[in-house]
């Protein structure tokens, strides 16, 4: 009996899904993220050259046959790097965006829960946190300790929570109104149950689609720390950093960048996409809801 | 003929479904208002009422479109003309008032610059003379003051006030058509009352053509001159309101008359089964068909025409229609008197409660004082008897939902116990109350929408009761959560479906089943009914009623409607301000001596019948916060006495009978005023 109960679930899923894919939004997001995760897993195995071999002789080549892409100022080829300069970002990004949903999530509906003064000053914090330039938060972050990922993941994930704090609570309240919430209260199930039984499952929607609409902020954001030198250093390809060898040399070697650069909006387009065809397949955009 | 103002033709207006397909939400009205007339546009919620009223403005919402016909006003086809032309025609000489003024008046203007903006476009009035006319507008409203009116902000009005004003605005541009789309709804029934009379009188003194949709054949019934049923995004009758509303010749009329509580006739109303046909489903027959008691062959097969049957003088969509003008309209009434007087344990017993929502001041509290002021609910003193229904009745504000949140440990007194079963004190905070008490008190609410988690399944909703005060699990659990099923009459099938899968009744109905989950000696009913469809509500009604005689159970039901009310309880308390004004059976509540707020609220219940006006005594206004010393209704009172109601709180006073009532007018002497003057 309890299989049935997931296959009702498993239906809305499914429901969800198809609503997602049968809008042009949703279609071309999903298929453009879905491509780029696929190449990053398998870039490694696909790439025709080596990412980090210098070769002086093949410096600044246009595109070609042998160069689909060209090469850079060092004569690595750019398709190559381009393919793999994906990698260290998703992976990066990806958790980042996980921790952020995870602690921006929790405090969001604890904050909603609790509400009076601990809300109050919570939330407080979390402004000034909001008013501090991320940039420069990041980057004083990064030159005390490391620009490894183990400090990246978590730094961003902190960074990019706090818009989620506000969204939870907002979803939290929504849903602490009604009156289902109310009848749990009078049965008197406990608040642990409250919580996990009726509040979750209500706010997790909300909560889901702002951590995607996050995750290309953040992809953003790491690309800037590459572009500014204090995210991936070289050799590893990095599309942030590719455009930053690149830039000076752009006037008469547009290749160089081009490639990097297309990357990373189609994947951000591409997330934005998503995130967007996400929200309306779960109904959270209320401007977008059916005549009838 | 020329009288006509506006004449519709085979319009349709529909929308495209996901996978392409036209659904049509009006299917081929042809119908028309004449010069002067008041026409009521009756439904459920789903008939295509208000898509109808909005085409007779050029309107279509968003999403959906003509698919044929037209919309005639004056020989111009709104529904053709450009967003220009319209815009000259809409306010001018077509006006809608809307359902909820108070979200269609811009918070931050003026009352009187709102109606000025009206004015400016829709009149040639100078500048001079508009500000005679706003007072004259809202004169014609029956506004008090209409300066100061003029100079006040929406939230500083009632409802009733609000509503008022939105009225005026219509009226600004002298228009010929004045579209009301369920105008009353959302309003207390005094108020209610009181905006419908008006209406009348603006009909009879303008001239005014008016369309008023409802779904309430009460209100219907004193404004209109003529009825439309719609049923399904058809016209199924259409005719003379007293026609109509006397012999419906329509089976959908006919059970939606049937299905209305009154006040006239105590009892269950008998319920309609079934429910309207899905949107997108194809039909080729009758579309009420399915829940038809006439149905045959024939009428599964083809659509029966709108037209004049011989020697009557409405339009009907039915077969057989002679059939219901030959059955007696005498809906056969259960009588609930069969469960009265059984054994009269005490259940549950109020004891002069107190509840404040307002925060007392720190002295107050340091002196452990409690402050008289804000009392939201005072001193109220219910006892309650196994296996009766109490019904809780007041206006908004009356404090009757806050009651029942006290009772549910939901919200805590400030004064007062609650003892149930005699012996035990229940704390007033649900934190507090052991397992068992828990289980004995449930709640159902009003909206089922609500109520019902939109992520659980009906299995998992009904689960968490069981679960809970009975640690069920496995098959024991699905046993009894199917039994439930069956018990509000809804069938296995149900189990694995989200609320939003399940219709209006359906919900509510698992609702009830997650209330009776927990074998509760009381169930706490928060206006269960008045979100619901008056069919649907007759036949929840009846499950509520059919398993109290089967589980004993005691109702604890709170609504405006004094005619549910009626229909329903055994005792009857009527609540004003938070104070208790009159306590008693039923049966006596309704009858004269009574409290003169029962009087005012009994005389302002609308019944479907246009020869039946309701009776306004008392000032439809909005008080916000009761007087401190005297009676509470004293302000609004017809019937005060002098100097003692203002000053003294009244004493309660019982009759024969054995109802109470609180007021300062000798019980003999309020039959003998109550009683005379009608």
């Known amino acids: 009996m309890v299989n049935q109960n997931q296959i009702s679930k498993l239906k809305r899923v499914s429901e969800v899904l198809i609503s997602i894919f049968s809008r042009p939004s949703g279609m071309i997001g999903f298929s453009i993220v879905i491509l780029h995760i696929i190449i990053a897993i398998i870039s490694p195995l696909i790439v025709p050259y080596d990412y980090k071999e210098i070769n002086s002789l093949i410096m600044l080549r246009p595109p070609s046959e042998e160069f689909i892409f060209g090469t850079d100022q060092l004569g690595r080829d750019v398709f190559t790097r381009t393919l793999m300069g994906g990698r260290v970002a998703l992976l990066v990004t990806f958790f980042g965006t996980l921790i952020a949903v995870a602690w921006g999530g929790f405090v969001g509906i604890f904050c909603g829960l609790v509400g009076g003064k601990i809300d109050d000053i919570v939330m407080r914090i979390i402004d000034a946190f909001l008013a501090i330039p991320w940039i420069l938060a990041m980057l004083l972050i990064v030159v005390i300790l490391g620009t490894s990922t183990q400090v990246l993941i978590p730094a961003l994930g902190f960074f990019y929570g706090k818009g989620i704090v506000r969204v939870a609570r907002a979803a939290t309240h929504d849903v602490i109104a009604r009156d289902f919430i109310m009848a749990a209260k009078a049965r008197g199930h406990s608040n642990f149950s409250i919580i996990w039984n009726e509040l979750l499952p209500n706010v997790r929607d909300a909560i889901m689609v702002e951590g995607a609409m996050r995750w290309s902020w953040m992809l953003l954001a790491f690309s800037s720390l590459s572009f500014l030198g204090f995210g991936v250093s070289p050799p590893t390809p990095d599309w942030g950093l590719m455009i930053s060898e690149g830039r000076g040399l752009m006037s008469f070697a547009y290749w160089s960048v081009i490639a990097p650069i297309v990357a990373l909006s189609s994947l951000i387009i591409g997330i934005n996409l998503s995130a967007d065809a996400f929200a309306k397949a779960l109904g959270i955009d209320r401007t977008q809801k059916a005549p009838v | 003929m020329s009288d006509k103002i506006q004449t519709i033709e085979n319009l349709s207006i529909g929308f495209k479904s996901q996978n392409g397909r036209e659904v049509s939400i009006l299917k081929d009205i042809s119908t028309h208002i004449n010069k002067g007339e008041t026409v009521g546009i009756v439904g459920e919620s789903g008939s295509g009422k208000s898509t109808l009223a909005l085409a007779m403005m050029g309107y279509t919402k968003q999403g959906l479109y003509t698919i044929s016909g037209q919309c005639l006003f004056k020989s111009n086809n709104l529904l053709n003309m450009t967003d220009r032309d319209l815009e000259k025609i809409r306010g001018k000489e077509i006006a809608m008032i809307p359902q909820n003024a108070g979200q269609s008046?811009?918070?931050?203007?003026?009352?009187?610059?709102?109606?000025?903006?009206?004015?400016?476009?829709?009149?040639?009035?100078?500048?001079?003379?508009?500000?005679?006319?706003?007072?004259?507008?809202?004169?014609?409203?029956?506004?008090?003051?209409?300066?100061?009116?003029?100079?006040?902000?929406?939230?500083?009005?009632?409802?009733?006030?609000?509503?008022?004003?939105?009225?005026?605005?219509?009226?600004?541009?002298?228009?010929?058509?004045?579209?009301?789309?369920?105008?009353?709804?959302?309003?207390?029934?005094?108020?209610?009352?009181?905006?419908?009379?008006?209406?009348?009188?603006?009909?009879?003194?303008?001239?005014?053509?008016?369309?008023?949709?409802?779904?309430?054949?009460?209100?219907?019934?004193?404004v209109s001159d003529r009825v439309i049923v719609m049923y399904a995004g058809e016209i199924v009758l259409?005719?003379?309101?007293?026609?109509?509303?006397?012999?419906?010749?329509?089976?959908?009329?006919?059970?939606?008359?049937?299905?209305?509580?009154?006040?006239?006739?105590?009892?269950?109303?008998?319920?309609?089964?079934?429910?309207?046909?899905?949107?997108?489903?194809?039909?080729?027959?009758?579309?009420?068909?399915?829940?038809?008691?006439?149905?045959?062959?024939?009428?599964?097969?083809?659509?029966?025409?709108?037209?004049?049957?011989?020697?009557?003088?409405?339009?009907?969509?039915?077969?057989?229609?002679?059939?219901?003008?030959?059955?007696?309209?005498?809906?056969?009434?259960?009588?609930?008197?069969?469960?009265?007087?059984?054994?009269?344990?005490?259940?549950?017993?109020?004891?002069?409660?107190?509840?404040?929502?307002?925060?007392?001041?720190?002295?107050?509290?340091?002196?452990?004082?409690?402050?008289?002021?804000?009392?939201?609910?005072?001193?109220?003193?219910?006892?309650?008897?196994?296996?009766?229904?109490?019904?809780?009745?007041?206006?908004?504000?009356?404090?009757?939902?806050?009651?029942?949140k006290s009772i549910a440990g939901l919200l805590s007194t400030k004064n007062g116990s609650i003892n149930f079963k005699k012996t035990i004190s229940l704390s007033s905070d649900v934190r507090n109350r052991t397992n068992s008490q828990l289980r004995a008190i449930q709640l159902i609410f009003q909206n089922p929408d609500e109520s019902l988690n939109p992520s659980h399944t009906v299995e998992e909703i009904l689960s968490q009761p069981l679960k809970l005060y009975f640690q069920l699990s496995g098959d024991k659990l699905k046993e009894n959560i199917i039994d439930l099923l069956k018990k509000v009459r809804l069938t296995e099938n149900y189990l694995y479906r989200f609320p939003r899968q399940l219709s209006g009744g359906e919900k509510q109905r698992i609702a009830v089943a997650r209330a009776f989950a927990a074998k509760p000696d009381i169930i706490l009913c928060d206006e269960v009914t008045s979100a619901l469809d008056v069919s649907v509500q007759a036949a929840v009604l009846k499950l509520l009623q059919d398993l109290k005689n089967d589980m004993g159970t005691t109702y604890i039901f709170v609504s405006h409607d004094l005619a549910v009310v009626r229909a329903i309880s055994d005792k009857v308390a009527v609540l004003y301000q938070g104070r208790l004004c009159e306590f008693g059976p039923s049966s006596e509540v309704y009858k004269f001596p009574s409290h003169p707020y029962t009087e005012v609220l009994l005389g302002a219940v609308l019944e479907p019948n246009p020869d039946l006006k309701p009776v306004l005594t008392a000032e439809d206004r909005v008080e916000e916060s009761p007087p401190e010393i005297g009676c509470s209704f004293q302000s609004r009172c017809p019937r005060v006495l002098g100097e003692k109601c203002f000053t003294e709180t009244p004493p309660w006073q019982f009759s024969k009978k054995g109802n109470a009532i609180r007021c300062h007018i000798k019980i003999e002497n309020l039959f003998k005023q109550q009683t005379s003057k009608n």
């Open chain 2, 238 to 404: 259409d005719g003379d309101v007293r026609d109509v509303l006397s012999v419906p010749i329509h089976p959908y009329a006919h059970g939606l008359l049937n299905s209305i509580p009154k006040l006239s006739l105590p009892g269950l109303p008998e319920a309609m089964p079934g429910t309207p046909p899905q949107l997108e489903k194809n039909i080729k027959g009758c579309s009420f068909f399915e829940r038809c008691d006439f149905a045959t062959d024939k009428c599964k097969n083809s659509k029966p025409e709108l037209f004049i049957p011989m020697n009557k003088k409405m339009k009907v969509r039915c077969f057989w229609h002679n059939k219901l003008s030959e059955k007696q309209r005498k809906p056969k009434y259960d009588s609930n008197s069969a469960h009265k007087t059984k054994n009269l344990d005490e259940v549950l017993k109020l004891d002069k409660i107190s509840i404040t929502y307002s925060k007392q001041s720190i002295i107050d509290q340091l002196l452990n004082r409690f402050s008289e002021k804000n009392i939201t609910v005072k001193d109220i003193e219910i006892e309650i008897n196994k296996g009766e229904t109490i019904a809780l009745v007041g206006e908004s504000g009356s404090g009757k939902s806050t009651i029942l």
């Open chain 2, 105 to 222: 008046l811009t918070p931050n203007l003026k009352i009187g610059y709102q109606i000025e903006e009206t004015l400016k476009l829709h009149s040639t009035i100078n500048t001079n003379d508009r500000q005679l006319k706003i007072t004259e507008l809202l004169h014609k409203v029956r506004l008090p003051s209409p300066n100061i009116i003029a100079q006040r902000y929406p939230h500083e009005l009632s409802g009733g006030q609000q509503q008022r004003v939105a009225i005026a605005m219509a009226l600004a541009g002298s228009p010929e058509l004045l579209l009301l789309d369920e105008p009353t709804t959302g309003l207390d029934v005094t108020t209610q009352a009181h905006v419908l009379e008006l209406l009348n009188e603006i009909a009879k003194d303008t001239d005014t053509s008016m369309v008023y949709v409802s779904h309430d054949l009460g209100a219907i019934a004193q």
